[in-house]
């Protein structure tokens, strides 16, 4: 029914029989102020699906204001589907204050989406005991809505939908899961301070939610914590996803008090909490009792973003470890209070850790604290076992860290932890000199596949040689860019060193780099498998490859250096070699491109020869004498490398 002025003259006018087979109904754009009148509810016992859209007139849904009914009748008694949206003027499910003595409404309703409505709340406390089957509540976009369940009645009884698997209330001003109408909670409280739990949780011991499994929570509202501490018995233990967002004056999200009920909690996701000062807060326990061990089984994510107050993810005193053994992925954005990560003995219990991203988190000097890392006793070193991805970001602007510790990177912090099979390593933004050191132990980075580091401005080498020894059995992808202390990629002391896996290799605003390769000897198989490599402002780089490398590089199919000033030659001599005649074989090579490289003579010194039997596109732009030719293949160059498909790869593979 669409566009209606007079809804009840319409459906009065028609025999009630021919409604009563309907099992679908949805009313949109009509003028009406009611959408379903008194009388018509209970010639509707087959709808199961009702959608209600698009009429700014409608001020209720139900009218059951003096319906005569004689004993207990079920009204909607098939609906299963409510949906309403864009009812700005929609005050009340029911008119005005109806106690449905003898009457169900609802019971076997089992979705329920409202958006865009101008209600207040949802339910009154005698529809809500009629909830028995409600599995689903989803409400957005309601800026009136300041509770779900409403005790109009003063009755002060328990509420529980033992069904309810997800709630989902976005961008609403919710206070209260249940409340009390104005000047009906002075009978049950007799204070209002912050420590009225009535007052700053938004969740009450009058509800139990045995079931629910989902909760979001973005909404704005002025609750300060979600649980009571007083809940009923087995309700919200089975709760698995939790994800909360712009609740302004929120604490803390999980108290002494609930942690015990996480036994199923997978999921944690928080956002923009300006308050929020803690994640976990395990309370204090008795300095009599023994250490307790809190276990949450079945955590696997936990996604913190925006959050410029919180001090810790876990608090606890010593007699407290909350521990993760499942948990597989971390992620902590714009944190800017946060000074570490994990404590000491929570550390100890990451075992899947897999996934770890830090981003924008000012003050973070540390991910686990030093004290850790208490003599040789392999039971007090944090085992990241499954670790294969960590992606500490931090704001280079920043000069607050000066020293900066992380745990996987620096000697300064934690070199007993172990990481054996990480394959994925990105690091933005760190102030550290060295990002390994010869105390990590022999089992990790064995597995390291991609590397990339930038904006490390005090870095001054990617790693020294006896750990190249290491990562050139792993490393696929290398990228380093705008780390301006650098000055040479590769370093050999001249020792056999086994075949290297590198594929890619990526370089780009250097401004000291001198060298991509250098050794005291010449290495014997330095990368083999290479087959891209990128060099892009660089400024102070002379040549790109020495003899003894490109004995070894015919293999490299695609080329691309731009914007090298200094750059004279793509291949020639060490001060250490020989500059006999040469011819240097490019085997595989399909592509090269050399882009605004203002000095170069050639690309091979004068007594060597270079051969390119496989070459297929060849780009000189603004390089020095050389002509210029290729500009369409460099501009088509640049424009298909946004949707380059090994790119879109790489880039993916940093991030999954």
Same mark, same amino acid.
Not at 555 to 566: A, F, N, P
């Given at each position: 029914m669409v566009g209606l002025l007079g809804?009840?003259?319409?459906l009065h006018s028609e025999p009630s029989i021919k409604f009563s087979g309907l099992k679908s109904l949805k009313i949109e754009e009509s003028k009406s102020t009611l959408s379903i009148p008194k009388d018509w509810i209970l010639?509707?016992?087959?709808?199961?699906?009702?959608?209600?859209?698009?009429?700014?007139?409608?001020?209720?849904?139900?009218?059951?204001?003096e319906l005569k009914v004689a004993g207990e009748v079920e009204i909607l008694s098939q609906l299963s589907t409510l949906a309403l949206s864009k009812l700005s003027n929609l005050r009340r499910m029911l008119k005005q204050d109806v106690q449905l003595q003898g009457i169900l409404i609802f019971q076997n309703l089992k979705e329920l989406?409202?958006?865009?409505?101008?209600?207040?709340?949802?339910?009154?406390?005698?529809?809500?005991?009629?909830?028995?089957?409600?599995?689903?509540?989803?409400?957005?976009?309601?800026?009136?809505?300041?509770?779900?369940?409403?005790?109009?009645?003063?009755?002060?009884?328990?509420?529980?939908?033992?069904?309810?698997?997800?709630?989902?209330?976005?961008?609403?001003?919710?206070?209260?899961?249940?409340s009390y109408p104005h000047g009906k909670k002075e009978l049950v409280t007799t204070t209002s301070d912050s420590r009225d739990p009535y007052f700053d949780s938004f969740f009450d011991q009058k509800v139990s939610l045995p079931s629910l499994e989902e909760l979001k929570l973005k909404s704005g509202g002025s609750f300060k914590g979600i649980w009571h501490s007083?809940?009923?018995?087995?309700?919200?233990?089975?709760?698995?996803?939790?994800?909360?967002?712009?609740?302004?004056?929120?604490?803390?999200?999980?108290?002494s008090t609930i942690i015990g009920r996480l036994h199923n909690l997978t999921i944690v996701e928080i956002e923009n909490c300006p308050s929020l000062e803690s994640l976990f807060d395990c309370g204090s326990i008795d300095a009599n009792t023994a250490q307790?061990?809190?276990?949450?089984?079945?955590?696997?994510?936990?996604?913190?973003?925006?959050?410029?107050?919180? &001090?810790?993810? @876990?608090? !606890?005193? #010593?007699?407290?470890?909350?521990? +993760? $053994? /499942?948990?597989? &992925?971390?992620? @902590?954005? !714009?944190? #800017?209070?946060?000074?570490?990560? +994990? $404590? /000491?003995?929570?550390?100890?219990?990451?075992?899947?850790?897999?996934?770890?991203?830090?981003?924008?988190?000012?003050?973070?000097?540390?991910?686990?604290?030093?004290?850790?890392?208490?003599?040789?006793?392999?039971?007090?070193?944090?085992?990241?076992?499954?670790?294969?991805?960590?992606?500490?970001?931090?704001?280079?602007?920043?000069?607050?860290?000066?020293?900066?510790?992380?745990?996987?990177l620096s000697h300064i912090i934690l070199v007993q932890a172990r990481f054996p099979n990480i394959r994925k390593l990105q690091i933005e933004g760190a102030k550290?000199?060295?990002?390994?050191?010869?105390?990590?132990?022999?089992?990790?980075?064995?597995?390291?596949?991609?590397?990339?580091?930038?904006h490390c401005d005090n870095l001054l080498c990617i790693a020294p040689s006896p750990m190249w020894k290491r990562l050139q059995l792993c490393l696929a992808f290398l990228e380093v860019r705008s780390c301006r202390l650098i000055k040479i990629i590769y370093e050999s002391d001249g020792t056999n060193t086994k075949s290297g896996k590198m594929t890619?290799?990526?370089?780009?605003?250097?401004?000291?780099?001198?060298?991509?390769?250098?050794?005291?000897?010449?290495?014997?198989?330095?990368?083999?498998?290479?087959?891209?490599?990128?060099?892009?402002?660089?400024?102070?780089?002379?040549?790109?490859?020495?003899t003894f490398t490109t004995k070894f590089l015919g293999q490299i199919k695609e080329l691309v250096v731009e914007s090298c000033e200094d750059l004279e030659l793509i291949a020639g001599h060490e001060e250490c070699e020989e500059a006999a005649g040469t011819t240097i074989t490019f085997s595989e090579l399909t592509a090269l491109r050399l882009f605004e490289l203002p000095k170069i003579r050639a690309i091979q010194v004068e007594k060597d020869s270079v051969e390119f039997p496989s070459l297929q596109h060849l780009c000189t732009v603004s390089c020095g004498?050389?002509?210029?030719?290729?500009?369409?293949?460099?501009e088509s160059y640049q424009a298909c490398k946004m949707f380059d498909i090994e790119e879109m790869l790489f880039r993916l593979a940093l991030y999954d």
């Amino acid at each position: 029914m669409v566009g209606l002025l007079g809804l009840e003259k319409i459906l009065h006018s028609e025999p009630s029989i021919k409604f009563s087979g309907l099992k679908s109904l949805k009313i949109e754009e009509s003028k009406s102020t009611l959408s379903i009148p008194k009388d018509w509810i209970l010639k509707l016992p087959n709808l199961e699906s009702m959608e209600i859209a698009g009429s700014p007139s409608a001020e209720v849904v139900f009218d059951l204001e003096e319906l005569k009914v004689a004993g207990e009748v079920e009204i909607l008694s098939q609906l299963s589907t409510l949906a309403l949206s864009k009812l700005s003027n929609l005050r009340r499910m029911l008119k005005q204050d109806v106690q449905l003595q003898g009457i169900l409404i609802f019971q076997n309703l089992k979705e329920l989406s409202v958006r865009e409505t101008g209600l207040s709340f949802l339910f009154s406390v005698s529809m809500a005991k009629c909830l028995r089957e409600i599995r689903d509540i989803k409400v957005e976009d309601c800026p009136n809505m300041k509770t779900v369940i409403v005790d109009e009645e003063g009755t002060y009884d328990i509420i529980e939908l033992p069904l309810l698997k997800r709630l989902s209330i976005t961008r609403c001003p919710i206070e209260k899961f249940f409340s009390y109408p104005h000047g009906k909670k002075e009978l049950v409280t007799t204070t209002s301070d912050s420590r009225d739990p009535y007052f700053d949780s938004f969740f009450d011991q009058k509800v139990s939610l045995p079931s629910l499994e989902e909760l979001k929570l973005k909404s704005g509202g002025s609750f300060k914590g979600i649980w009571h501490s007083e809940l009923m018995e087995n309700s919200l233990c089975k709760l698995a996803t939790l994800s909360i967002g712009y609740c302004s004056k929120l604490h803390n999200v999980f108290p002494s008090t609930i942690i015990g009920r996480l036994h199923n909690l997978t999921i944690v996701e928080i956002e923009n909490c300006p308050s929020l000062e803690s994640l976990f807060d395990c309370g204090s326990i008795d300095a009599n009792t023994a250490q307790t061990t809190i276990l949450l089984p079945k955590s696997e994510v936990q996604t913190v973003r925006d959050t410029r107050k919180l &001090k810790c993810t @876990v608090k !606890s005193d #010593s007699q407290t470890i909350l521990g +993760f $053994p /499942s948990l597989k &992925k971390v992620r @902590v954005c !714009s944190c #800017s209070n946060l000074r570490y990560l +994990f $404590p /000491s003995c929570m550390a100890t219990t990451l075992e899947k850790l897999k996934s770890l991203w830090i981003s924008n988190c000012e003050q973070m000097k540390e991910v686990v604290p030093k004290e850790t890392a208490k003599g040789d006793d392999e039971s007090l070193q944090p085992l990241f076992n499954e670790m294969v991805c960590f992606i500490p970001y931090y704001d280079h602007s920043y000069s607050c860290i000066s020293y900066f510790r992380m745990i996987l990177l620096s000697h300064i912090i934690l070199v007993q932890a172990r990481f054996p099979n990480i394959r994925k390593l990105q690091i933005e933004g760190a102030k550290c000199k060295e990002l390994w050191n010869n105390q990590i132990p022999n089992d990790s980075f064995c597995k390291l596949e991609l590397l990339r580091v930038e904006h490390c401005d005090n870095l001054l080498c990617i790693a020294p040689s006896p750990m190249w020894k290491r990562l050139q059995l792993c490393l696929a992808f290398l990228e380093v860019r705008s780390c301006r202390l650098i000055k040479i990629i590769y370093e050999s002391d001249g020792t056999n060193t086994k075949s290297g896996k590198m594929t890619r290799l990526v370089l780009r605003d250097l401004e000291n780099l001198r060298h991509i390769w250098q050794s005291n000897g010449f290495p014997n198989v330095p990368f083999p498998n290479l087959r891209y490599v990128e060099v892009v402002r660089c400024s102070r780089l002379e040549m790109l490859f020495t003899t003894f490398t490109t004995k070894f590089l015919g293999q490299i199919k695609e080329l691309v250096v731009e914007s090298c000033e200094d750059l004279e030659l793509i291949a020639g001599h060490e001060e250490c070699e020989e500059a006999a005649g040469t011819t240097i074989t490019f085997s595989e090579l399909t592509a090269l491109r050399l882009f605004e490289l203002p000095k170069i003579r050639a690309i091979q010194v004068e007594k060597d020869s270079v051969e390119f039997p496989s070459l297929q596109h060849l780009c000189t732009v603004s390089c020095g004498t050389v002509p210029d030719q290729g500009l369409d293949d460099w501009e088509s160059y640049q424009a298909c490398k946004m949707f380059d498909i090994e790119e879109m790869l790489f880039r993916l593979a940093l991030y999954d």
